[in-house]
């Protein structure tokens, strides 16, 4: 299994810790009708066009609900438990379930790439309502289905990409980390 195999089945679960049915459709789709992604037993029963036309059915639902402020809390309830499974789905399934690795492994691997990036957004999600007083959510969330797919399609055929994203994300953790130190430390020296 090569590094871009890896790479793409992590910017699946960061993506599907976004928005769950993104990445798992892209997946479907592309192996279905394309050449570029080959499925192997069980992921290819994602191929199957009632898992599709079902895939189709949620994302639209989680869209819209995940649009409307307070119908997103209770959404993002419900993801907890959908997006890290995906996640882990989507990770196993792009990694050809490891050969000399415990199959468990790619999909607890999945399971938190996808559980971190879902427990951001779920512990954002409240403040940006709160601070926007609920106009926020539908921008917010527009965004986040933004990057979701364009995370996958970059996973998908730009895998390297992911290094530069993740650099990015560490960068602006680093960042988001350090100011709130500072901050921290000056409300300390003012006390």
């Known amino acids: 299994m090569g590094i871009t195999q890896i790479l793409t089945a992590f910017g699946l679960s960061a993506s599907a810790g976004l928005n769950a049915y993104i990445p798992l459709l892209l997946i479907a789709l592309l192996a ?8 192997t037993p069980p992921y290819d029963m994602l191929t199957n066009e ?21 119908v997103d809390h209770v959404n993002d309830f419900i993801q907890t438990f959908i997006r890290p499974t995906a996640g882990a789905i989507l990770f196993a399934a792009n990694t050809n379930v490891l050969r000399d690795v415990n199959p468990i492994v790619p999909l607890v691997a999945g399971l938190v790439i996808a559980g971190s990036v879902h427990a951001t957004k779920a512990t954002a999600r409240p403040v940006v309502n709160v601070a926007t ?26 895998p390297f ?31």
């Open 50 to 70: 009632w898992v599709i036309g079902a895939l189709i059915v949620l994302l639209a639902i989680e869209t819209l609900a995940d649009k409307i402020p307070g």
């Open 133 to 158: 007083l609920g106009v926020g959510a539908p921008v917010v969330s527009t965004i986040e289905d933004v990057l979701a797919l364009g995370t996958s399609i970059l996973a998908i055929f730009v």
């Open 32 to 39: 279905r009708f394309t050449n570029v992604i080959a499925l």
């Open 161 to 191: 990409a992911m290094l530069l994203v993740l650099l990015l994300f560490l960068f602006v953790a680093y960042m988001l980390y350090s100011r709130r130190r500072a901050r921290q430390q000056r409300s300390r020296q003012t006390v």
